[in-house]
């Protein structure tokens, strides 16, 4: 039988991923609504957010495992959420690994080569291929409990990159890995993408490892996207308090303005006053002002002074990261390469461009995140 599927790069093989309106209903429970999303060929995309977010749920759908309750997908102008996962074609790496442990890694890789009926020739290059792309030939005969979890997850990458699928879907590949190992992945994950122009969609809860790694960001809450955006602007411009907190604003003051234009906001109230970007068209009322940790400085700082008591400080090598409290109880927290110990009082300052204004402090409060 001829094997009529694209080479390596084939990702390149299709304009586009559309996602239309998709839904996922258990009974009265939404965990997916109205999830529309377009990906084009060879970009990397990760889908974002916490446990239970509907992220997984996503890439399910679109695996083809769970079915929809609503909406459609297509690649290109073919419809393929009526297909059955083996006729879908896409490659997919799970957090376990997934792994037999009775066969070699070389028999792991050639699995899904043997059960679409390629030729032995044909499996036995693409093994070999496969292997040799993941730097692991020296490993090609050992069982999978002979390997390190990084090496396991090597031979997840080669199992689904084998089968030159126009998508991989990876859903929280890392999650099981120790700090050193999840670092040297990330990058030959991104490494293997870019060579082979494959087309990723990746899960994943925590935000650095889709910063340094996505071409854009879907970021969900309760199975609804919240923003969508390249990593910069999802750092830089989050759409509303919830994206704001996961994404690293872990100061989310809840105040109430007291002026504010089109550009700036003054929000106040229990011993703080700040001024800050207007994020969310505020006027009056209640707000949410988010500032990251890092964007605190000792002292005051473009007419924004908050007045603290050290109550925590850790230890970071160049930096400590430090929590503090207002003379009203309200928690602040800042990073500094500056020593202060519990107990010492400071004024932390912030530029007013690195201070986002939210309005309605009740909408935003059912959206913050504990980070």
């Known amino acids: 039988m001829s094997d009529k599927r694209p080479d390596h790069g084939s990702g390149q093989g299709f304009a586009e991923l559309r996602l239309e309106g998709v839904s996922r209903r258990y009974g009265a429970q939404t965990a997916l609504d109205d999830f529309s999303l377009s990906i084009k060929g060879s970009e990397f995309v990760a889908l974002l957010g916490p446990s239970g977010c509907g992220k997984s749920t ?3 759908c679109l695996a083809g495992l769970l079915p929809l309750s609503g909406g459609s997908i297509h690649l290109d102008d073919r419809r393929i959420d009526t ?3 083996e006729r879908r074609g896409f490659g997919m790496v799970f957090q376990n ?3 037999f442990p009775h066969m070699s890694v070389r028999k792991n890789i050639a699995f899904g080569l043997q059960m679409r009926k390629l030729g032995r020739a044909e499996t036995a290059k693409r093994v070999n291929e496969a292997i040799a792309l993941v730097q692991l030939e020296q490993h090609a005969d050992k069982m999978p409990g002979q390997l390190s979890g990084g090496q396991q997850q090597r031979v997840a990458i080669a199992r689904a990159i084998a089968l030159h699928p126009p998508v991989v ?3 929280e590949p890392l999650s099981n ?3 050193k190992l999840r670092l040297e992945m990330r990058m030959e ?5 870019q060579d082979l122009g494959l087309t990723t969609l990746y899960v994943t809860h925590d935000q650095e490892e889709a910063l340094s790694m996505a071409d854009r960001l879907v970021v969900l809450r309760e199975g609804v996207i919240q923003q969508v955006g390249t990593p910069q602007e999802v750092y830089d411009q989050p759409a509303n308090g919830y994206v704001a907190g996961f994404m690293g604003y872990r100061n989310l003051l809840e105040l109430d303005v007291s002026s504010a234009d089109g550009d700036y906001a003054v929000v106040e109230g229990g011993g703080v006053r700040l001024v800050g970007a207007n994020r969310g068209g505020v006027t009056s009322g209640a707000a ?3 500032v990251r940790p890092e964007d605190l400085v000792l002292g005051e700082s473009d007419g924004n002074g908050i007045r603290v008591t050290v109550r925590i400080a850790e230890y970071h090598g160049r930096e400590l990261s430090v929590e503090a409290t207002t003379s009203q109880g309200r928690s602040i927290y800042f990073r500094t390469p500056e020593r ?3 107990g010492d009082e400071v004024t932390l300052g912030v530029p007013r461009h690195r201070v986002l204004v939210f309005g309605d402090a009740e909408r935003a409060r059912q959206g913050l995140v504990a980070v």
């Open 189 to 193: 994950i991104r490494r293997l993408h």
């Open 83 to 85: 297909l059955p996962p």
């Open 340 to 342: 202060v110990a519990p």
């Open 97 to 99: 690994y997934a792994l």
């Open 169 to 171: 879907l990876m859903d």
């Open 288 to 290: 949410v002002a988010a």
């Open 58 to 60: 996503a890439l399910n």
């Open 177 to 179: 890995l120790d700090a």
